[in-house]
C-alpha cells in the first residue's frame, strides 16, 4: 500500500503543481494542514477516497487521475482536453514519464516550449 501511498502523492504534487496551487492553498480547499497535504503528498499518510474525492474537486480533475487502471492512457488532465493521443504522443509521454530526473524533465519541457513556439512565428 506504501508504494501505491507514494505514486497518488506524486500525481497530487505533479497536479497541484501545474495548476499553480500552493500546499496551503490545497490545504485550505480540503480543509487540512499544509502539513498533512505534505504527508499525502511524500506518501507519508494514506488517503481515503473521501478525502482523494475532495482533492480531485479542488485540483479540478477527474477522481480517476488517481488511479492506476491504466497508467498508459492515464493523463493529470482530463482526457477531453487532449481528444484521442496518437501512438506517437502516447510514446513521448510514456518516454517522459520514465525519466526520473527532475532537471532533466524540466529542461525537456523548456526545449518543447521554445521550439513550438519558434515554429508558431514562421
Not at 504534487?13 to 497535504?37: F, T
Not at 501512438?87 to 514519464?97: S, T, V, Y
Amino acid at each position: 500500500m506504501l508504494k501505491y501511498s507514494r505514486y497518488v502523492g506524486n500525481l497530487i504534487r505533479e497536479i497541484r503543481k501545474a495548476a499553480s496551487i500552493s500546499q496551503m492553498q490545497l490545504a485550505e480547499k480540503i480543509g487540512v494542514s499544509y502539513q498533512q497535504v505534505q504527508k499525502y503528498e511524500k506518501g507519508v499518510s494514506e488517503i481515503s477516497i473521501s478525502r482523494l474525492y475532495q482533492i480531485a474537486e479542488a485540483l479540478e480533475v477527474p477522481l480517476t487521475s488517481f488511479l492506476i487502471a491504466e497508467e498508459e492512457a492515464m493523463v493529470s488532465e482530463p482526457l477531453a482536453t487532449y481528444g484521442k493521443l496518437s501512438e506517437k504522443e502516447a510514446a513521448l509521454i510514456k518516454l517522459f514519464r520514465r525519466i526520473n530526473n527532475k532537471k532533466i524533465r524540466d529542461g525537456l519541457l523548456i526545449a518543447l516550449t521554445g521550439i513550438a513556439e519558434a515554429l508558431e512565428k514562421k
